[in-house]
């Protein structure tokens, strides 16, 4: 579905004040993003670390197997539900950022202009006070292997190492 909002219809100081407003969103997701990231990420650290020592200890008999087994299979639910929430939560951010980039006033060039494409991993060109060029770069997607980093594939990937560590607890750690 097409957003109905139409820059053209809003004076400019109301499409500033509603732009600031939706940056405000924007920060208000990212946030979110992040804290609900950061709260599954010290759940999933703690866990592993009682299990690890239930494993590891001299004293391990075997009677902790089926503790063992049940803290990995909570910790392998943690971890959809941290997927879950995570991708949720990253596309409400970027909905938030795609309304930033729509209603930015004309000429800003913040968050539709220099802002997205330096997002997006293109080279931005800046004047500084001397006139010297200055190149920021976030990161170069075309070459070598650290083009394939970038943030949600890090998360990603973070989310896959806990649920893979529970599912390799709970087939080959039995005794």
């Known amino acids: 579905?097409?957003?109905?909002?139409?820059?053209?219809?809003?004076?400019?100081?109301?499409?500033?004040?509603?732009?600031?407003?939706?940056?405000?969103?924007?920060?208000?997701?990212?946030?979110?993003?992040?804290h609900s990231f950061?709260?599954?990420?010290?759940?999933?650290?703690i866990l592993v670390g009682f299990i690890a020592q239930m494993l590891f200890t001299e004293k391990n008999d075997g009677s902790n197997k089926n503790i063992i087994y049940i803290l990995s299979g909570v910790g392998i639910l943690i971890c959809v539900l941290w997927f879950g929430t995570y991708r949720r939560r990253s596309k409400n951010y970027h909905f938030r950022m795609a309304q930033a980039r729509q209603r930015e006033p004309e000429g800003w060039h913040l968050i539709a202009g220099d802002g997205?494409?330096?997002?997006?991993?293109?080279?931005?060109?800046?004047?500084?006070?001397?006139?010297?060029?200055?190149?920021w770069e976030r990161y170069d997607r075309g070459r070598g292997f650290l083009s394939f980093f970038d943030s949600k594939i890090c998360m990603s990937i973070l989310i896959s190492f806990f649920f893979v560590a529970y599912i390799l607890i709970l087939f080959f750690f039995h005794r």
């Open 1 to 34: 579905m097409k957003s109905p909002f139409d820059k053209s219809k809003i004076n400019e100081d109301d499409l500033k004040g509603l732009f600031k407003i939706t940056l405000e969103q924007a920060r208000a997701e990212g946030t979110f993003l992040w």
């Open 116 to 135: 997205y494409q330096f997002s997006e991993g293109e080279i931005i060109e800046i004047r500084n006070p001397e006139n010297k060029k200055v190149e």
């Open 38 to 45: 950061s709260a599954f990420l010290i759940a999933n650290s």
